[in-house]
């Protein structure tokens, strides 16, 4: 660093949704350095703006990343200060600590937290002993020889799409409006429809502390009941937010919509058509327009309808940038009445 006052440390590790707690153990001075990405004493986020509550020694810390919503934010003593930082993509992070001469911290990177980890986060520092280990890799052998051909044997590393419906049966999953699988995949931060990889694997049973296939069945009945109960509206928007990507991917990596039938099948399983109190609207409006396909654009801003409206029209703000399919349903289906 450019002052010899200042000194910084940089873990080599990082993941898709990490969870970085620190524990503030003695402060001289006042004020840490100002930093893009950073959490202050300040109380200041890169707008300049007020942010957060003022923490001193003793105090514990903590960072999220959302990958899917590409949000940040931090947590004083578990109390969530809401979104410092939002972007929209972001790039590879490693949680840092830069410290003034005489402030002493100490970091935990998980798995094991003083305070609880948000809903959908887990540390950077996955635990697994030799029989997890061993027990994790058997279950996902036994479903990557589902459907594996001889031409691909040798791969190890792939669970493809017949072993990974063969999961989801195993898993509790009885018909396609069912949300195991998307909820797997959705954990397992998989990046290609109806595969699964041997380290997503591995990480997310190691945070999870599962070694066997009723370990791994009890967490995603644990998930779907998270998602049902609404108890974080964070939670279910990141979900909502890849199911999108996930479920485009089927037609291709170049497909950037979902076919209007595709995305209604879409919502009902999230059960998206229970929480939006103009759902009978939007299915109507959508049959009678010319749009081929709802684009990620329409997709988000569904959402943030929802969440706007609460179920009141008179709360639809005018001045919001919207889609034009948006806009054209609320003008023509809601308005108007």
């Known amino acids: 660093m450019d002052r010899p006052d200042w000194g910084g440390v940089r873990p080599t590790m990082h993941q898709k949704a990490p969870m970085l707690a620190v524990v503030v153990i003695k402060i001289l001075g006042a004020g840490m350095v100002l930093n893009k990405r950073s959490f202050t004493m300040k109380k200041k986020n890169s707008t300049g703006k007020t942010y957060g509550e003022y923490w001193n020694t003793g105090d514990i810390l903590g960072t999220s990343v959302d990958f899917d919503l590409n949000e940040i934010r931090y947590y004083k003593n578990g109390k969530d200060m809401g979104i410092a930082f939002r972007s929209n993509k972001f790039p590879t992070l490693y949680p840092c600590v830069s410290c003034y001469r005489g402030c002493t911290m100490k970091c935990n990177f998980g798995p ?131 199911v999108f990507d996930y479920m485009r991917r089927e037609k291709g990596e170049k497909c950037t919509a979902l076919e209007k039938d595709d995305a209604i099948y879409c919502w009902q399983l999230l059960e998206f058509d229970k929480k939006f109190k103009f759902w009978p609207n939007w299915t109507k409006f959508l049959g009678s327009c010319d749009s081929k396909g709802i684009n990620r654009d329409v997709w988000d801003s569904l959402y943030r309808l929802h969440e706007q409206l609460q179920g009141d029209i008179g709360k639809f703000d005018e001045d919001d940038f919207w889609p034009i399919l948006i806009d054209d349903f609320v003008h023509d289906s809601l308005l108007k009445k």
């Open 112 to 242: 094991i937290w003083t305070k609880s980890a948000p809903l959908g986060f887990y540390g950077l520092n996955p635990t697994v002993n030799a029989t997890q280990k061993k027990n994790l890799l058997n279950i996902f052998l036994k479903y990557h020889k589902q459907g594996t051909t001889l031409s691909d044997s040798s791969s190890r590393d792939v669970m493809k799409a017949k072993g990974v419906m063969s999961l989801a049966t195993d898993l509790g999953s009885k018909n396609p409006m069912d949300p195991h699988l998307l909820l797997l995949a959705w954990k397992l931060r998989s990046k290609k429809f109806c595969e699964f990889l041997d380290n997503e694997w591995m990480v997310l049973w190691a945070n999870e502390k599962a070694s066997s296939l009723e370990d791994i069945k009890a967490s995603v009945n644990r998930w779907v009941k998270e998602l049902q109960s609404g108890e974080s509206p964070t939670l279910f928007r990141s979900f909502y937010v890849f």
